[in-house]
């Protein structure tokens, strides 16, 4: 896999800052473990996280470095706990999207997007296998089938 960054002609800015972002984060080593690979916009760099933390933000000090004026100095928080890579906001202003959703605290799965201000942070390996679990609160489509099941009559039994 070429680790060179790719030009990203569809954004005007080119993000030469993103051309080598450093991770001050050491590999975990235990087993299962396995690195989050990231596919970061404007700029298509590639990133992998190879520790069980990283800080993404516009600071200097960051792990992954944003530097643009929507991304929070310390924007959000990868970690890896329990086999499985969540992101967790941290106070942004401008907060965390996942796939269109805003949140606060989620697991990442291969080909999730990660929107963090104008940038775009494609999971290429993350949590390997989704588990399915209850409604996420505040599910805008259970929200609207429970909508659709209050209008529609009620046949007596």
């Known amino acids: 896999m070429d ?3 790719i030009q990203d002609s569809a954004h005007p800015l080119q993000a030469p800052h993103l ?3 450093h991770l001050d984060v050491r590999p975990d080593g235990r087993p299962g473990f396995a690195p989050l690979k990231l596919l970061v916009s404007p700029g298509r760099t590639r990133v992998e996280v190879t520790g069980t933390q990283a800080i993404v933000g516009r600071h200097s000090e960051a792990d992954i470095r944003l530097a643009f004026p929507e991304v929070s100095r310390r924007h959000a928080r990868l970690l890896y ?7 967790v906001d941290l106070d942004s202003l401008n ?3 996942i796939n269109s959703d805003r949140m606060h605290d989620a697991v990442l799965y ?4 990660i929107r963090i201000g104008h940038c775009m942070l494609t999971v290429e390996q993350g949590t390997a296998v989704r588990v399915l679990t209850g409604p996420r ?7 609207m089938l429970k909508k659709i099941a209050d209008v529609l009559p009620r046949q007596a039994g």
């Open 3 to 5: 680790d060179q960054p």
């Open 19 to 21: 051309q080598g972002p």
């Open 81 to 87: 706990e329990n086999g499985q890579w969540r992101i």
């Open 95 to 97: 907060g965390v999207w």
């Open 110 to 113: 291969d080909g999730d997007r």
């Open 137 to 143: 609160p505040n599910d805008p489509e259970i929200d």
